[in-house]
T-cell receptor, first 118, second 112 residues
C-alpha cells in the first residue's frame, strides 16, 4: 500500500481481555517498529523487526505483550489480560532497512490504534 | 539512559514571533538526528533530517556537537505550526542499530 496501515483505529476493551492490533507496513520495507504513545510520556519503544533477524523485544513492558511478523510483512501486537495502564495509542512504523535508509528517510508511521481499557 | 531530552513540554508563542524548540542528545558517536511533527488528528511525520541540512516549512535545525544540541528554529511562527514536535536520534551501531530514540515531545501553540 501507499502508507503504513493500522487496524483497528480505535479499540475499547474490558480489563482482563486480550487484544490484537494489526500493522501493515509499506511494501518492501524490511524494518518494522511498534511504539506506544501515552499522554505526557512521549514515544515508548516496544519491539523492532528487521528482515529475518530475531526481533528486538527489549521494549516490551511485560510478558503480557507479544508481537509477531508473518512473512516479513504484516505484524500483530497482542496484549493479553489487558490492564488500564495499557490504555494508549499504539503506533507502528516501517522503514526500508534498519539504519541505512532510516538515516535518509526516517520512519513512516501509521495513524495508530487508540486502545482504551475500561 | 535518556538519549534525547526535550526540556519543554509546552511552548507558546504569538504568530510572527521566532520560535525555538530545544533538543539535547547524549551519544558517543556522530549523531543522526531528526525532527518529527504530529499535527492535530494526523499521523506522526518526518519534518526534517540533520543529514539533509534542509529547511522545511521555514524550520531549520543545526547540530551543535559542542553543546550536544539540535534545536528546531523558525524565525516567524505561523498558527498552522501548532503541533507536537519530537526530536529523535538514530542508533547507528550496536545491538539497537536502526532504532530511533524519541524525546518526550514539545507541544507548540502559536497564538493569533
Amino acid at each position: 500500500g501507499a502508507g503504513v496501515s493500522q487496524s483497528p483505529s480505535n479499540k475499547v476493551t474490558e480489563k482482563g481481555k486480550d487484544v490484537e492490533l494489526r500493522c501493515d507496513p509499506i511494501s518492501g520495507h524490511t524494518a518494522l517498529y511498534w511504539y506506544r504513545q501515552s499522554l505526557g510520556q512521549g514515544l515508548e519503544f516496544l519491539i523492532y523487526f528487521q528482515g529475518n533477524s530475531a526481533p528486538d523485544k527489549s521494549g516490551l513492558p511485560s510478558d503480557r505483550f507479544s508481537a509477531e511478523r508473518t512473512g516479513g510483512s504484516v505484524s500483530t501486537l497482542t496484549i493479553q489480560r489487558t490492564q488500564q495502564e495499557d490504555s494508549a495509542v499504539y503506533l507502528c512504523a516501517s522503514s526500508l532497512s534498519g539504519h541505512t535508509d532510516t538515516r535518509y528517510y526516517g520512519y513512516t508511521f501509521g495513524s495508530g490504534t487508540r486502545l482504551t481499557v475500561v | 539512559a535518556q538519549r534525547v531530552t526535550q526540556p519543554e513540554k509546552l511552548l507558546s508563542v504569538f504568530k510572527g514571533a521566532p520560535v525555538e524548540l530545544k533538543c539535547n542528545y547524549s551519544y558517543s558517536g556522530s549523531p543522526e538526528l531528526f525532527w518529527y511533527v504530529q499535527y492535530s488528528r494526523q499521523r506522526l511525520q518526518l519534518l526534517l533530517r540533520h543529514i539533509s541540512r534542509e529547511s522545511i516549512k521555514g524550520f531549520t535545525a543545526d547540530l551543535n556537537k559542542g553543546e550536544t544540541s539540535f534545536h528546531l528554529k523558525k524565525p516567524f511562527a505561523q498558527e498552522e505550526d501548532s503541533a507536537m514536535y519530537y526530536c529523535a536520534l538514530l542508533e547507528m551501531a550496536g545491538s539497537t542499530l536502526g532504532r530511533l530514540y524519541f524525546g518526550r515531545g514539545t507541544q507548540l501553540t502559536v497564538w493569533p
